[in-house]
């Protein structure tokens, strides 16, 4: 085995490093000895010569995501460790095939210091989407931990990796199972039940980030005309339901989405004529509503993929807040958020209450909601708080 190419990055550019931030930007690199492939291991020094970190060098704005702090050896026992390190805290939680819980996030990249690798699981099946290259080297190995952690319980591995690595190292690429093959689809989360998706679902197949959330909107639906904009396959339209809801529209532009809000709600109630599916676009459908809600869900795709859109991100959170706030019902409540990684914390709350200032109503903050404990953020990388969610009072 050769010995692992050696960055040195600018003075100056080690600072993030020594407070242990992961990422290393290709623009605080002053020099590579040796010529490292995508995916390799590097080990990165300061320009005074001092050891920094291990990690995956890849072709790209972030050049290192750094897997090891220490000067230690990347091989079998590092990723192994840390799948199992992950999934024991997810045990340690009780959300590891629990009664009523059966699908949750593993492997949370970063906030598990396993940068680039993103592991979801769903009854039995861990969905895998890496995000660096150097993580999908070593799938294999990552396989192999799961296996080893999970023994019977698991069922299924699929990588679903083509969208989410860079294009020209997945030419001709597939999604594939890496072991086993699919079986049961459906999910129960707090005893609700979902169909899930992962092979041609968003992202792994559902949005796990919003449990807790969709849990505290059933807590408040009881008795309340209920709105679900940006419904995808209506997670929070079935927690309203079992809430009581006197009824709940789903509005989403796919119609394909819409059918699977419908499947989920006749999986859950049968045929429940409270629900109504409804294939049209947000912006629109709030201009002309054809009921006087009193509970809104606003749960949009990220506005902004990166800090080049960010302002024109803010105004569409602002734009849609005002729509809402302005057609709700007095008493009403909104659950508003963003989950764009390039909208921090501020900026959201910012745009939200520009909004509610530009309606001239009296809003009130019930809630502030970020993504559950199996989602978790290292201190040290603060970009990993990616969901943000306000719970309004309107008056």
Not at 144 to 168: F, H, I, N
Request: hydrophobic share 35%; proline share 3%; net charge neutral.
């Amino acid at each position: 085995m050769k010995d692992p190419v050696k960055i040195v990055l600018h003075s100056g550019k080690d600072q993030s490093l020594r407070r242990y931030h992961p990422w290393i930007f290709s623009g605080a690199i002053k020099k590579i000895n040796g010529e490292p492939v995508e995916g390799e291991i590097v080990k990165v020094y300061s320009n005074q010569d001092e050891f920094l970190g291990t990690g995956h060098y890849q072709d790209g704005s972030i050049a290192i995501r750094i897997l090891s702090f220490k000067e230690e050896e990347i091989g079998e026992d590092f990723y192994i460790t840390g799948i199992k390190e992950a999934i024991r805290s997810r045990e340690k939680l009780g959300l590891q095939d629990d009664e009523k819980t059966n699908v949750c996030r593993l492997v949370n990249a970063e906030g598990d210091g396993l940068p680039g690798l993103i592991i979801d699981y769903y009854n039995g099946v861990a969905v895998m989407q890496f995000h660096s290259i150097g993580m999908h080297r070593h799938r294999d190995l990552l396989v192999k931990g799961l296996q080893e952690a999970l023994g019977s319980r698991l069922t299924a591995v699929y990588d679903k990796s083509a969208s989410t690595l860079p294009s020209r190292y997945t030419s001709g690429y597939r999604n594939e199972y890496l072991f086993g093959s699919p079986g049961q689809t459906i999910v129960k989360e707090y005893g609700n039940q979902f169909h899930v998706n992962w092979e041609k679902g968003q992202k792994t197949g559902f949005f796990i980030d919003q449990r807790e959330n969709r849990k505290l909107l059933g807590e408040n639906s009881a008795g309340r005309k209920v709105l679900n904009l940006f419904g995808y396959t209506g997670g929070f339209s079935v927690y309203a339901m079992q809430g009581g809801a006197e009824l709940v529209h789903t509005v989403d532009s796919s119609a394909h989405a819409i059918d699977l809000a419908d499947q989920n709600m006749e999986l859950n109630f049968g045929d429940e004529g409270r629900h109504k599916g409804i294939a049209a676009d947000a912006f629109k459908f709030l201009a002309d509503p054809p009921e006087a809600y009193d509970l809104m869900i606003l749960d949009p795709p990220a506005f902004a993929k990166h800090h080049k859109v960010l302002n024109n991100a803010l105004q569409g959170y602002k734009r849609l807040n005002i729509k809402a706030i302005e057609t709700i019902r007095p008493g009403g409540i909104i659950f508003t958020f963003s989950c764009s990684q390039a909208v921090s914390k501020e900026n959201f709350r910012k745009s939200v209450f520009a909004a509610a200032a530009n309606t001239g109503r009296r809003v009130r903050v019930l809630h502030q909601l970020a993504q559950p404990a199996d989602h978790p953020i290292s201190i040290y990388h603060l970009e990993g708080e990616y969901l943000k969610g306000l719970v309004l009072l309107v008056d």
